[in-house]
Protein backbone atom coordinates (compact mmCIF):
# COMPACT_ATOMS: atom_id res chain seq x y z
CA UNK A 1 0.00 0.00 0.00
CA UNK A 2 1.68 2.96 -1.23
CA UNK A 3 0.60 6.17 0.63
CA UNK A 4 3.06 8.66 -1.18
CA UNK A 5 2.14 8.67 -5.14
CA UNK A 6 4.87 9.86 -7.43
CA UNK A 7 4.91 10.20 -11.28
CA UNK A 8 6.42 10.59 -13.59
CA UNK A 9 8.73 6.88 -12.95
CA UNK A 10 11.16 8.46 -15.31
CA UNK A 11 11.52 11.75 -17.04
CA UNK A 12 13.82 13.17 -20.15
CA UNK A 13 14.39 17.03 -20.31
CA UNK A 14 16.66 18.68 -22.79
CA UNK A 15 19.18 20.93 -21.18
CA UNK A 16 17.64 24.55 -19.91
CA UNK A 17 13.98 22.74 -19.52
CA UNK A 18 11.51 22.85 -17.09
CA UNK A 19 11.54 19.41 -15.10
CA UNK A 20 8.42 18.71 -13.37
CA UNK A 21 7.75 15.94 -10.98
CA UNK A 22 4.55 15.34 -8.95
CA UNK A 23 3.37 13.81 -5.71
CA UNK A 24 0.31 13.24 -4.40
CA UNK A 25 -0.76 11.62 -0.70
CA UNK A 26 -3.73 10.37 1.35
CA UNK A 27 -2.96 10.72 4.77
CA UNK A 28 -3.93 14.32 5.86
CA UNK A 29 -1.94 13.79 9.47
CA UNK A 30 1.44 14.24 7.10
CA UNK A 31 2.98 17.49 8.23
CA UNK A 32 6.31 17.71 6.09
CA UNK A 33 7.29 16.94 2.74
CA UNK A 34 10.46 17.16 1.90
CA UNK A 35 12.18 16.01 -1.76
CA UNK A 36 15.58 14.08 -1.82
CA UNK A 37 17.69 13.40 -4.30
CA UNK A 38 20.36 10.79 -5.10
CA UNK A 39 23.15 10.23 -7.58
CA UNK A 40 23.97 6.63 -8.62
CA UNK A 41 25.87 4.78 -5.95
CA UNK A 42 24.81 7.53 -3.61
CA UNK A 43 22.16 7.57 -0.33
CA UNK A 44 19.00 9.76 -1.17
CA UNK A 45 19.91 13.81 0.42
CA UNK A 46 17.75 16.55 1.09
CA UNK A 47 16.85 18.84 -1.88
CA UNK A 48 14.24 21.24 -0.25
CA UNK A 49 11.02 20.68 1.87
CA UNK A 50 7.97 22.29 2.72
CA UNK A 51 5.16 22.77 5.51
CA UNK A 52 1.33 22.26 4.58
CA UNK A 53 0.89 25.85 5.29
CA UNK A 54 3.02 27.04 2.60
CA UNK A 55 1.90 26.67 -1.04
CA UNK A 56 5.12 27.52 -2.41
CA UNK A 57 8.92 27.26 -1.65
CA UNK A 58 12.03 28.55 -3.65
CA UNK A 59 15.46 27.53 -2.96
CA UNK A 60 17.72 28.33 -6.42
CA UNK A 61 16.35 26.91 -9.75
CA UNK A 62 13.96 24.26 -7.33
CA UNK A 63 10.37 25.02 -6.45
CA UNK A 64 7.89 23.24 -4.34
CA UNK A 65 4.28 23.80 -5.67
CA UNK A 66 1.97 22.71 -2.48
CA UNK A 67 -1.60 22.14 -2.98
CA UNK A 68 -3.47 21.21 0.55
CA UNK A 69 -6.73 20.90 -0.61
CA UNK A 70 -5.97 18.52 -3.28
CA UNK A 71 -3.06 16.59 -1.52
CA UNK A 72 -0.53 17.49 -4.20
CA UNK A 73 2.89 18.72 -4.24
CA UNK A 74 5.35 18.90 -7.21
CA UNK A 75 8.82 19.89 -7.52
CA UNK A 76 10.01 22.59 -10.67
CA UNK A 77 13.16 22.35 -11.32
CA UNK A 78 13.86 25.54 -13.48
CA UNK A 79 16.89 26.12 -16.10
CA UNK A 80 17.52 22.24 -15.55
CA UNK A 81 21.25 21.05 -16.20
CA UNK A 82 23.27 17.88 -16.82
CA UNK A 83 24.31 17.72 -13.28
CA UNK A 84 20.20 17.53 -11.93
CA UNK A 85 20.42 14.06 -13.80
CA UNK A 86 19.44 12.03 -10.55
CA UNK A 87 16.45 10.17 -9.00
CA UNK A 88 14.31 12.36 -6.91
CA UNK A 89 12.12 11.27 -4.13
CA UNK A 90 9.02 12.86 -2.21
CA UNK A 91 8.77 11.85 1.21
CA UNK A 92 5.94 13.11 3.27
CA UNK A 93 5.59 12.43 7.06
CA UNK A 94 4.27 12.79 10.29
CA UNK A 95 4.61 12.54 14.23
CA UNK A 96 3.42 9.45 15.77
CA UNK A 97 4.10 7.89 19.05
CA UNK A 98 7.55 7.28 18.67
CA UNK A 99 8.43 10.44 16.92
CA UNK A 100 8.53 11.17 12.78
CA UNK A 101 8.96 8.51 10.76
CA UNK A 102 8.73 9.20 6.77
CA UNK A 103 6.57 7.33 3.83
CA UNK A 104 8.94 7.74 0.44
CA UNK A 105 7.10 7.93 -3.02
CA UNK A 106 8.95 5.39 -5.92
CA UNK A 107 11.32 7.87 -7.35
CA UNK A 108 11.78 9.47 -10.57
CA UNK A 109 14.39 8.95 -12.38
CA UNK A 110 15.55 12.60 -14.28
CA UNK A 111 18.16 12.77 -17.13
CA UNK A 112 18.38 15.53 -18.31
CA UNK A 113 20.67 15.80 -22.02
CA UNK A 114 22.86 18.11 -22.55
CA UNK B 1 32.66 14.25 10.39
CA UNK B 2 31.96 10.89 8.85
CA UNK B 3 28.33 11.22 9.09
CA UNK B 4 26.78 7.74 8.65
CA UNK B 5 28.73 5.04 8.01
CA UNK B 6 27.37 1.33 6.79
CA UNK B 7 29.36 -1.69 5.89
CA UNK B 8 29.58 -3.61 3.75
CA UNK B 9 29.13 -2.11 0.60
CA UNK B 10 28.31 -5.41 -0.90
CA UNK B 11 27.61 -8.78 -0.13
CA UNK B 12 26.42 -11.90 -1.64
CA UNK B 13 24.74 -14.58 0.60
CA UNK B 14 23.43 -17.83 0.30
CA UNK B 15 19.36 -18.51 1.11
CA UNK B 16 19.47 -19.26 4.81
CA UNK B 17 22.37 -17.83 5.50
CA UNK B 18 22.94 -14.75 8.86
CA UNK B 19 24.31 -11.44 8.40
CA UNK B 20 25.16 -7.98 9.88
CA UNK B 21 24.63 -4.98 8.01
CA UNK B 22 26.60 -2.08 10.52
CA UNK B 23 25.87 1.43 11.05
CA UNK B 24 26.93 3.86 12.77
CA UNK B 25 26.81 7.42 13.08
CA UNK B 26 29.58 10.33 15.00
CA UNK B 27 26.59 12.66 15.22
CA UNK B 28 24.88 12.09 17.65
CA UNK B 29 21.71 11.97 16.02
CA UNK B 30 18.69 10.58 18.63
CA UNK B 31 16.78 9.25 15.81
CA UNK B 32 18.10 5.83 12.93
CA UNK B 33 16.32 3.86 10.62
CA UNK B 34 17.25 1.20 8.08
CA UNK B 35 15.47 1.57 4.59
CA UNK B 36 15.54 -1.11 2.33
CA UNK B 37 15.10 0.52 -2.14
CA UNK B 38 13.76 -1.60 -4.69
CA UNK B 39 13.28 -0.48 -8.21
CA UNK B 40 9.84 1.15 -8.13
CA UNK B 41 9.02 0.74 -4.84
CA UNK B 42 10.94 4.07 -3.59
CA UNK B 43 12.50 3.34 -0.28
CA UNK B 44 10.70 1.25 2.50
CA UNK B 45 11.04 1.59 6.14
CA UNK B 46 11.88 -1.70 8.04
CA UNK B 47 13.02 -0.67 11.39
CA UNK B 48 13.96 2.31 13.29
CA UNK B 49 14.91 3.50 16.70
CA UNK B 50 14.52 7.29 19.05
CA UNK B 51 17.26 6.47 21.21
CA UNK B 52 19.26 3.49 22.80
CA UNK B 53 17.44 0.72 24.07
CA UNK B 54 14.14 1.71 22.01
CA UNK B 55 13.50 0.02 18.59
CA UNK B 56 10.25 -0.70 16.80
CA UNK B 57 9.07 -1.79 13.19
CA UNK B 58 8.47 -0.21 9.85
CA UNK B 59 6.56 -1.10 6.97
CA UNK B 60 8.51 -4.04 5.98
CA UNK B 61 9.94 -5.75 9.19
CA UNK B 62 9.51 -9.24 8.59
CA UNK B 63 13.37 -11.56 8.32
CA UNK B 64 14.93 -8.59 10.20
CA UNK B 65 16.25 -7.37 13.54
CA UNK B 66 17.63 -4.59 14.99
CA UNK B 67 19.21 -3.52 18.54
CA UNK B 68 20.26 0.05 19.81
CA UNK B 69 22.16 -0.29 22.91
CA UNK B 70 24.71 2.51 21.86
CA UNK B 71 23.53 6.17 20.43
CA UNK B 72 26.06 5.53 17.57
CA UNK B 73 25.26 1.83 16.16
CA UNK B 74 22.04 0.27 14.91
CA UNK B 75 23.07 -2.81 13.15
CA UNK B 76 20.47 -4.49 11.01
CA UNK B 77 20.45 -8.42 11.02
CA UNK B 78 19.23 -11.15 8.89
CA UNK B 79 18.55 -14.10 10.57
CA UNK B 80 17.68 -16.45 7.31
CA UNK B 81 18.52 -14.76 4.13
CA UNK B 82 15.66 -15.16 1.42
CA UNK B 83 16.09 -14.45 -2.26
CA UNK B 84 13.59 -11.46 -1.64
CA UNK B 85 15.73 -10.20 0.76
CA UNK B 86 18.46 -8.64 -2.03
CA UNK B 87 17.87 -5.06 -2.09
CA UNK B 88 19.56 -2.17 -1.40
CA UNK B 89 20.19 -1.30 2.42
CA UNK B 90 20.08 2.57 3.66
CA UNK B 91 20.78 3.62 7.55
CA UNK B 92 19.46 7.06 7.80
CA UNK B 93 19.51 9.01 11.43
CA UNK B 94 18.12 12.75 12.28
CA UNK B 95 19.03 14.90 15.22
CA UNK B 96 15.35 14.44 17.22
CA UNK B 97 12.76 11.54 16.67
CA UNK B 98 10.32 14.18 16.07
CA UNK B 99 9.82 17.53 13.93
CA UNK B 100 10.91 18.34 10.51
CA UNK B 101 14.17 16.36 10.74
CA UNK B 102 16.66 16.04 8.16
CA UNK B 103 17.47 12.69 7.45
CA UNK B 104 21.10 12.20 6.60
CA UNK B 105 21.50 8.98 5.03
CA UNK B 106 24.41 6.40 4.76
CA UNK B 107 25.92 5.07 1.46
CA UNK B 108 24.14 2.24 1.22
CA UNK B 109 24.65 -1.72 1.28
CA UNK B 110 23.82 -3.77 -2.14
CA UNK B 111 22.79 -7.28 -0.68
CA UNK B 112 22.16 -10.23 -2.95
CA UNK B 113 21.02 -13.61 -1.87
CA UNK B 114 20.95 -16.55 -3.88
Known amino acids: QQQVKQSPQSLIVQKGGISIINCAYE??????FPWYQQFPGKGPALLIA?????SEKKEGRFTISFNKSAKQFSLHIMDSQPGDSATYFCAASREDNYGQNFVFGPGTRLSVLP | NAGVTQTPKFQVLKTGQSMTLQCAQD?????MSWYRQDPGMGLRLIHYSVGAGITDQGEVPNGYNVSRSTTEDFPLRLLSAAPSQTSVYFC?????????????FGAGSRLTVL
Open chain 2, 27 to 31: MNHEY
Open chain 1, 27 to 32: NTAFDY
Open chain 1, 50 to 54: IRPDV
Open chain 2, 92 to 104: ASSPRPSGANVLT
